[in-house]
């Protein structure tokens, strides 16, 4: 379903990465403590640029810098893409210029409360759900809210030093969180609830009332989720609106949204039992019907078409390494992370199709061109933290080399601006 039309090498591992909302941008935190953006060429849907007249494209580094003393563990946009957020296990968020990489405010994350000598609480997971609230999980199992409101007072991004308020919807860490898109009767229009899943349960928080329930103990360990919604009910299999959930033994389980106590299915992934680590749902649009984006810990990345409920594609991005990141960007185009090595992938087209197409276009082509600026602020030194290397040796999977390696496509990106 999907080639590869560029592999883009990494200076170090993989351990976040995230895609801007509106623009072909995509940021990489990595194990060195970097965090790197790069502009990938628009397509033909990017509603901001224009295609270069050679139909040719360059992926371009926007900023590199070096953003934390030890690993960069979690990165997320904001809302509107303005800023990008970045946690590190030196225990402090920063909230930078999308454009720039310029830092703009700094938070320190809460020590762990229940230590008697105070510690750090390395942040695993950041999330903004709306222009006025970023989510921060820790290692300890806490979930913190804080409030991203600027004040009339200042300039650019605000953030506030202490959370609005701390939660604790699993007994391990959060290991996934989606939100769940706001009712008819939502006023912003913004989320207010979201799902979370961390060791063997999956949580659903509220915004204003805290964690309102926890599901059984599913008896495996759930890593990754996503909502899918509008599905249609066939064939006696149920439709609606429903939360995906990929396990630590190669099953996706299915939940009704309202009904949270236990799964309503499941679908057999991958009968080696090889650990699902992060889903991503596929824009309408790309592929047929409603279909998710597996990434697996052994490399592999398959696609699964929810409703006939069966895995329909699969592809590798890494013979060695798991999958880490995995996303679309605004251009309907799947960017895999993971080891050293991100990669984007288009969807296949039929040789036949192209053809028809070129006669007709005239040569129109499907690269487009890109220019960004570079900042780089300059932080302390790039020694490898222990902390570090135990995060690398938890986020490393094991190493399997069976599978279909599905390299359909050329690369057909170049690069600028990489070290």
């Known amino acids: 379903m999907f080639d590869t039309i560029c592999t883009l090498p990494l200076p170090s591992d993989l351990f976040a990465q995230a895609i801007h909302p509106t623009s072909p941008l995509l940021a990489v935190g990595l ?37 934390h003393k030890g690993s960069c563990r979690s990165l997320a946009f904001s809302s509107d893409g303005d800023a990008l957020f970045s ?56 979930l913190h ?33 989606t939100p769940l898109p706001p009712t008819v009767a939502s006023t912003s229009g913004f989320p207010k609830q979201w799902v979370t899943t961390g060791g063997t349960t999956l949580a659903v928080t509220d915004l204003r009332r805290g964690v309102l329930v926890r599901s059984e103990d599913q008896e495996e360990e759930l890593l990754s989720s996503v909502y899918v919604g509008g599905l249609t009910s066939k064939r006696g299999r ?14 996706l389980t299915l939940w009704d949204r309202g009904a949270w106590d236990d799964q309503d299915g499941r679908i057999i992934v991958d009968s080696g039992k090889e650990s699902l680590d992060v889903l991503a749902i596929i824009p309408e649009g790309v592929g047929e ?45 799947m960017v895999s992370g993971g080891g050293q090595v991100v990669k984007v992938w ?11 197409e070129d006669e007709e276009v005239n040569g129109a082509g499907l690269k487009r061109g890109a220019g960004s600026d570079s ?30 390696v599905r390299n359909g496509g050329k690369d057909s990106m170049q690069f600028k601006g990489i070290d």
């Open 145 to 177: 809210l804080y409030d991203l409101r600027v004040d009339p007072k200042s300039r650019g991004v605000a953030v506030e030093s202490k959370p609005q308020a701390t939660h604790y919807p699993h007994d391990d860490y959060v290991s996934s969180l």
């Open 375 to 404: 900042d780089e602020d300059s932080e302390e030194d790039d020694e490898s933290s222990e902390e570090e290397e135990q995060e690398r040796k938890r986020k490393k999977k094991r190493k399997r080399a069976n599978g279909k």
């Open 238 to 251: 149920n439709g609606g609106d429903k939360v995906l959930v990929g396990g630590g033994s190669g099953v």
């Open 31 to 67: 194990a060195s403590g970097h965090v790197q953006t790069y502009r990938l060429p628009p397509t033909t849907s990017s509603p901001t640029h224009s295609p270069p007249k050679n139909g040719c494209g360059t992926i371009e580094t926007s900023w590199r810098t070096k953003r």
């Open 346 to 356: 288009q969807e296949s087209v039929d040789v036949e199709e192209d053809e028809e």
């Open 87 to 142: 946690a590190g296990t030196d225990g402090i968020v920063k909230a930078a210029r999308t454009e720039t990489g310029r830092v703009e405010a700094k938070i320190a994350v809460p020590l762990v409360q229940w230590v008697a000598l105070s510690k750090p609480d390395a942040p695993c997971l950041l999330h903004a759900l709306s222009p006025q609230s970023l989510l921060l999980a820790t290692d300890s199992g806490a």
């Open 289 to 333: 019907g409603s279909s998710v984006a597996v990434g697996m810990g052994d490399g592999r990345v398959k696609i699964v078409r929810v409703g006939a409920n069966k895995v329909v594609g699969e592809m590798r991005h890494d013979e060695v390494e798991g999958v880490v990141g995995l996303g679309f960007e605004v251009g309907g185009r």
